[in-house]
Every structure is written in C-alpha cells, then in structure tokens.
C-alpha cells in the first residue's frame, strides 16, 4: 500500500478532528481505519475523538489518509462518493452553530469566522458577492495531483450535502468552477451539483444565487446559536495558540515514523538547530529520547490492542531489531510483558 502522501510533504496543520471525520466517512464506504491510517501517527485511541478536541495534526496526514483510501479503493470518484456520505458532525461544533444560526447568511458568516477551526491552514474559503450572483472561493497550499483533486472532491460534496441539511432548500447553484483538469467523468459532477461545470479555470469557485442567504433557516434557534459560537471562539483561540514543541515534535515523529527520523530531521523541520530543538525542550522539562521512547510505547501498545501482528513485527515497527531488546525495553516502560495488552 502507498504510505507517503506526495513527494512534495505540506507543512500545514489541520484538527484532529477534521481527520476523524474524514476516516468515518470513508469507513462509511466500506473502508477499514486501520487501513486508512496506516503510515500516519492517528493511534486507534484517537479514532474516538470528539469535536470538542483541539489537537492539531499535519496536514499530510490528512493527504496519507487520502493516499490510503485511493489505494484500497479505486473507484475514480472516491472523494466525491465520500462527500456524499458527509452527515451534520461533518463542521464539527461549527457545523452546529450553522444549523442553529436564523438565515443561511448568518450561517455562512460563522463558517467564515471559524474556518479555521475545521479546515486547517491549507484551506480557506472567502464570500464574494456581485449583484444577484454571490460566489465561495476555494483557496488552497496543496500540492498539484490527484490527491488535491480528491481533497477538493470531498470537500465540494460534502458542502454540498451539509447545505442541504442547513437550509432544507435547493442548492442554488449557478456554476462550478474548478481549478484542476477534467479527470473523465464531468457528468458525474453535473448530475451531483445539478449545474454547469468548467475545469481548468484559474480559481475553485461556488457560484450561486443570492437569494438563498435571506432564507430563514428551519433549525434555527438563537440562544444555542451564541452558546456554541462561544465554544468555537474557544476551539479557535485554542488552535491559535502556539503549541508547546514538546507536543510539535513528538507529532512530527508519529507522522515521519517510517522515515525514522533523528532529532536532527525534526529540528530542521521545526525550523530549529538540533542544539535549539534541545533547549526548546529541556525549557519544557522534556527530553528527545523521552518523547521517542514514549511514542515507540503507545505505538506499541496500540499494536497490540488493535492488531494481529505477531511480537517481532511490533518491535519492528516500533524500531527495535529483535523481540528480545523490545520485550525489555516494554517491560521497562510498563512494568508488564507486552502479552498482557494483547486484545
């Protein structure tokens, strides 16, 4: 199975959240998570996460998922079919303040205050209004490829769906515009967005009738409208605020993990020296060794709890050359044999 997401690796971030959602909805389709996160540093642990959690992840992450899912599954469309699939949670708490808002364009301004919150810092989105016709654009740092297409699929259809939910209304919609080539099946996309569809225009762009923004919407309820913009405002002040490096590199190294990258790797990807990167975490009370050793357990720990994989391939994966040096090194971190966590 490919492992990597693209040569050319984003160093941008999105919510651990937005990733979960992504892998129900391809599990919806028939996919297997623990296929679907291969490669990636999402332990099983973290396939509950709920939408109030604030962790952030690296956006190729996202992009491995992605990667995964096209080779477990190779309908050409999968990012669509995947949008098609979105439910309500797909915004997470923002998406609940959408349903909650009283027109659909109080809706749209929360998505635009808290984009951030659900689509990282690879993605946004921006309003443009002209006349009778009012349009989303769609910017992104994606590197060029299939994946970017899949993503952009996904993302379209999903907004496409969630909308439906918001305003029980038509779409609207006048036009699409998309930003990379005709990947072969422009019907698809006509008989799904129900409008034109163009390829290969300069920008990804929603056009649309503005009449839907004065539609009052059905779910609509005010007091819990403000009560959830209160925990967005949260969610965002908390993805705003600088992570401590501790947290930054012990990510990096369950994201780059096969790679098996030396403290000077992640320094050089933090943008630090090695002897920065050392002080940066002594400060945190924290040591390279410390978050490795505490990262090859929890790997470990997951492989037994949700795998079949036999000892010797755990200690593999989890870097060490025989059973022996592993079991030790276990026992050491635990105070048990590994045996006694296997399901």
Request: with cysteine; net charge positive; glycine share 6%.
């Amino acid at each position: 199975m490919k492992q990597t997401a693209t040569a050319a690796a984003t160093q941008d971030s999105v919510p651990l959240y937005s990733v979960i959602t992504a892998i129900h909805q391809l599990s919806a389709l028939g996919l297997k998570a623990e296929a679907l996160i291969a490669g990636t540093g999402i332990s099983h642990a973290q396939l509950g996460s709920d939408r109030s959690s604030d962790q952030v992840l690296p956006f190729d992450e996202l992009l491995t998922v992605f990667a995964n899912a096209s080779e477990l599954d190779r309908r050409a469309d999968l990012g669509l079919c995947m949008g098609e699939v979105a439910d309500i949670g797909l915004y997470g708490a923002v998406g609940l303040a959408m349903l909650s808002a009283s027109t659909d364009i109080d809706a749209v301004n929360i998505a635009l205050k808290y984009q951030r919150a659900v689509l990282g810092t690879a993605v946004s989105i921006a309003l443009h209004i002209e006349n009778d016709s009012g349009l989303i654009r769609v910017s992104d740092r994606l590197p060029r490829g299939k994946l970017r297409r899949f993503y952009l699929e996904q993302f379209l259809a999903g907004f496409l769906r969630f909308n439906a939910s918001l305003s029980k209304q038509p779409s609207r919609l006048r036009e699409l515009r998309l930003s990379y080539e005709n990947p072969g099946y422009r019907g698809r996309y006509e008989a799904l967005f129900g409008c034109p569809v163009h390829f290969d225009c300069a920008h990804t762009d929603i056009v649309f009738n503005t009449d839907i923004l004065g539609v009052p919407l059905p779910n609509a309820d005010p007091l819990t409208a403000r009560a959830l913009e209160a925990v967005c405002d949260d969610l965002l002040r908390r993805f705003a605020e600088p992570r401590p490096v501790s947290r930054q590199t012990r990510q990096l190294l369950a994201s780059r993990w096969q790679q098996r990258p030396a403290m000077a790797d992640i320094a050089r990807e933090l943008g630090f020296d090695t002897r920065t990167l050392r002080r940066k975490l002594l400060a945190e009370g924290r040591s390279f060794r410390e978050i490795k050793d505490a990262l090859r357990r929890d790997l470990a720990m997951d492989f037994l709890r949700h795998s079949d994989k036999s000892l010797r391939e755990i200690a593999e994966l989890v870097g060490y050359d025989e059973p022996g040096s592993f079991r030790r090194a276990f026992v050491k971190w635990t105070g048990r044999q590994p045996g006694y966590y296997r399901a």
